[in-house]
T-cell receptor, first 116, second 112 residues
Framework: AQSVSQHNHHVILSEAASLELGCNYS??????LFWYVQYPGQHLQLLLK??????LVKGIKGFEAEFIKSKFSFNLRKPSVQWSDTAEYFC??????????????FGKGTKLSVKP | DVKVTQSSRYLVKRTGEKVFLECVQD?????MFWYRQDPGLGLRLIYF???????EKGDIPEGYSVSREKKERFSLILESASTNQTSMYLC???????????FGSGTRLTVV
């Protein structure tokens, strides 16, 4: 069965620090990859997604992620975080030709707290 | 702006009650999903539906059922609520062939 691992449960950074959140998945076939963000009290929103092509994907609010197929990874990065980036971040994977009927499989989430 | 609307933001129910959580989408999406979100466990799929009157079990269907009588509405039913069903419930939808989901704001259910 496919699975998604997010390495950090809670990350605490000061403003202007650089961010990298790890995400690894277990599936050997074609995958689509996503990062979602949930700000406090709000619904889940799509940050960015990768389907094919350039493995470096740029999303909203200055976030980017790099797909490294050989490492089964899709890490999220931001060069300089702001207090408003405080949120929970979820990595998700979909295997369109694999199991789970193409549904998204989510990681357990990483809480990011940014200190002003 | 496309929307997935969950009828209640907060609900408090008693153990043993039958609970209905409603979700409506206005995007004519074929696929709809119910997840529960718990701290440290992420999002876990309860049930999903690919079309009207169709339903499929997700990873944790026990204690739940669903109903999809109309394309835009997907209801989650807790037949007899228990305290371990206290959670945040998220509804999502997507169109066929598009893998991105649109989420509702969630219903925080407390069973006492």
């Amino acid at each position: 069965a496919q699975s998604v691992s997010q390495h950090n449960h809670h990350v605490i950074l000061s403003e202007a620090a650089s961010l990298e959140l790890g995400c690894n998945y277990s599936y050997g076939g074609t995958v689509n990859l996503f990062w979602y963000v949930q700000y406090p009290g709000q619904h889940l929103q799509l940050l960015l997604k990768y389907f094919s092509g350039d493995p470096l994907v740029k999303g909203i609010k200055g976030f980017e992620a790099e797909f490294i197929k050989s490492k089964f990874s899709f890490n999220l990065r931001k060069p300089s975080v702001q207090w408003s980036d405080t949120a929970e971040y979820f990595c998700a994977v979909n295997a369109p030709y694999g199991g789970s009927q193409g549904n998204l499989i989510f990681g357990k989430g990483t809480k990011l707290s940014v200190k002003p | 702006d496309v929307k997935v609307t969950q009828s209640s933001r907060y609900l408090v129910k008693r153990t043993g009650e039958k609970v209905f959580l409603e979700c409506v989408q206005d995007m004519d999406h074929e696929n709809m999903f119910w997840y529960r979100q718990d701290p440290g466990l992420g999002l876990r799929l309860i049930y999903f539906s690919y079309d009207v009157k169709m339903k499929e079990k997700g990873d944790i269907p026990e204690g739940y059922s669903v109903s999809r009588e109309k394309k835009e509405r997907f209801s989650l039913i807790l037949e007899s609520a228990s305290t371990n069903q206290t959670s945040m419930y998220l509804c999502a939808s997507r169109t066929q062939g598009n893998y991105g989901y649109t989420f509702g704001s969630g219903t925080r259910l407390t069973v006492v």
